[in-house]
């Protein structure tokens, strides 16, 4: 029989440090009754009808562009327009969408009957000044070519400067939430949450945590039991996370490492749910730096790695080394007739020495005076990215590339590839942020490159044949998924970013609840299904 030992000091230590992060802001918050005008909560902090959900997000912000994803995974705040877990558009606070014949008009009708958790009614001119706020700013909005965001008769309309067809799934973007006019300031910045979701904000004290309460007012079938009082706390360490479940202190924890989910899996506490999701780990190349330049190189780097290996060893399973840049999770993208990619130390050296770098006495390859060298940037914000580094780092070693694994912050990235100093980074990009991926991938492999894509590399026909998608052209032609196809193909051949693992997004809950699900395009935690066991 398991007898019940008392915690280590370690785990004392970490059970005492999160108790005193739980316990920073007791259930007191100001929020805005429907008719009265602002009023005072307070709950016990340790009360037992409050569902905990712990993760490692903090809060930047209050804007949209910064935190919205947060706001929205805890149901404060809404776009137009939703998506199911099949990625297909659903009514949002728009009801009904339309596009022209030419594709330049699309025409969005708003729900009727829907009010702010201030109590106001969201109307169509409220709408249209957050979303032209959004379309102001830097943001997924700007690659649609947006001429004007306008109303009519009770519409929003957007026209375009030429057909672009996921613009529907922009507008599922967080940083596109809609909140009520007092959410604002006279400058137009962002003081308060107001949103229009089934829940209102109770509390907060920013980064690290905030309370939501259901806003009656938001309609539905009455569900006894149902989860009223919630609350988020950003928890920085993965150990830490798993700790708040087995005490009973957290009912939702998202992001664990394969530690955490082992101990968790021997748990009577906790509950796994699991969810492959349309995000990979790759190894991002600078294909402008004078050694990556050479796709034989970018080849031998992709031969080398062991990425079964290092599924299986480090994430603990086995079916996420990533054969190709798109997962299965991406149904329309991952094309199951491609050559996978495979590991061949053998065939990565050949291809080294047919590219002149030849072994050096400290076995590490010259090409003339110069050494193979590189460094290899990644970030803690996702707790597997070091230690994949450091698996990579010694399977180059042992075809001859001296590699030097740096871990700062994940601004690092995109700081490095607007300076043009990145050689390589180590990151996990998730293709499901729009559900319609083109317009990720535009960004990515567009024309010059993103910040979590392509760097240095010059090829025309990707671009072009991203925009013929996303125009809706190669969909008329009836060739949109021979050219999603071709896509795949370039990619996987020169290898701009090479694939090292999917990602299988794995969530702990406390048996005191029934009804969650993981949702595959992180947008929502779905407190609102949750019921008290």
Same mark, same amino acid.
């Given at each position: ?9 370690? !785990? ?15 259930? @007191? ?5 429907? &008719? ?8 016990? +902090?340790?009360?037992?009808?409050? %569902? ?8 930047? $912000?209050? *804007? ?7 706001? =929205? ?37 708003? !729900? ?21 706020? =959004? ?15 306008? %109303?009519?008769? $009770? ?23 809609? %909140? ?11 003081? !308060? ?57 957290? *009912? ?23 969810? #492959?999701?349309? &995000? ?36 603990? *399973? ?11 999770? #991406? $149904? ?14 053998? +065939?990565? @050296? ?65 700081? $490095? ?29 567009? =024309? ?31 060739? +949109? ?53």
């Amino acid at each position: 029989m398991n007898r019940p030992t008392r915690p280590s000091r370690r !785990r004392r230590s970490l059970l005492a440090a999160a108790g005193a992060g739980a316990a920073l802001l007791p259930w @007191r918050g100001a929020v805005a009754d429907d &008719r009265a005008g602002p009023h005072t909560h307070t709950f016990s +902090a340790a009360a037992a009808d409050v %569902l905990t959900v712990v993760g490692p997000w903090e809060m930047t $912000g209050l *804007d949209p562009s910064r935190s919205g994803y947060m706001f =929205a995974r805890m149901e404060v705040a809404e776009t137009l327009l939703e998506v199911d877990d099949r990625g297909r558009l659903r009514i949002g606070l728009a009801s009904r969408w339309q596009v022209s014949g030419d594709g330049l008009e699309w025409r969005f009708t708003l !729900r009727g009957n829907r009010r702010y958790h201030d109590g106001t009614e969201v109307t169509p001119e409220s709408v249209l000044a957050c979303l032209r706020r =959004a379309h102001a700013r830097p943001g997924v909005l700007g690659m649609a070519g947006i001429r004007t965001i306008a %109303l009519d008769g $009770g519409a929003i309309v957007v026209t375009l400067e030429q057909p672009f067809a996921p613009l529907p799934y922009l507008l599922t973007h967080y940083s596109n939430q809609i %909140l009520a006019p007092s959410s604002f300031d006279a400058q137009g910045n962002v003081v !308060r949450i107001v949103g229009s979701g089934p829940f209102r904000i109770a509390a907060m004290a920013l980064p690290q945590q905030f309370d939501v309460e259901r806003f009656e007012a938001y309609g539905g079938l009455p569900i006894p039991g149902r989860v009223r009082r919630a609350r988020y706390i950003s928890v920085a360490r993965a150990e830490t996370r798993t700790l708040l479940v087995q005490s009973g202190q957290a *009912d939702l924890a998202f992001s664990l490492d394969p530690p955490s989910i082992r101990a968790l899996q021997r748990d009577p506490k906790a509950v796994l749910l699991t969810q #492959m999701l349309p &995000r990979t780990t790759f190894i991002k190349l600078n294909s402008g730096h004078p050694l990556l330049a050479d796709v034989r190189l970018r080849r031998a780097i992709a031969l080398c790695v062991e990425r079964n290996g290092i599924a299986r060893a480090l994430l603990r *399973d086995p079916d996420l080394g990533a054969t190709q840049l798109f997962p299965p999770s #991406m $149904g329309g993208w991952h094309d199951p007739a491609l050559a996978p990619l495979r590991t061949d130390p053998a +065939a990565a @050296r050949a291809l080294l020495e047919q590219a002149g770098w030849m072994p050096g006495p400290d076995g590490i390859r010259r090409r003339g005076k110069q050494r193979l060298a590189l460094s290899l940037t990644t970030f803690v914000d996702r707790p597997e990215l070091p230690l994949i580094a450091t698996a990579l780092q010694e399977e180059m070693r042992q075809i001859g590339i001296a590699v030097r694994v740096v871990i700062g912050n994940s601004s690092d990235i995109p700081a $490095g590839h607007r300076s043009g100093s990145l050689e390589m980074g180590l990151v996990a990009r998730n293709f499901g942020n729009l559900p319609d991926p083109v317009a990720t991938l535009l960004q990515d492999f567009g =024309a010059g490159g993103g910040d979590w894509g392509a760097m240095g590399w010059r090829n025309a026909e990707v671009p072009a044949t991203l925009a013929r998608l996303a125009s809706g052209t190669a969909a008329s032609n009836g060739g +949109a998924q021979a050219a999603r196809a071709r896509v795949a193909a370039l990619l996987q051949s020169e290898l701009p970013v090479i694939p090292v693992v999917w990602y299988r997004q794995v969530c702990a809950t406390s048996r005191r609840i029934d009804g969650a699900s993981i949702d595959p395009f992180e947008r929502s935690y779905r407190i609102s299904h949750l019921v008290w066991n």
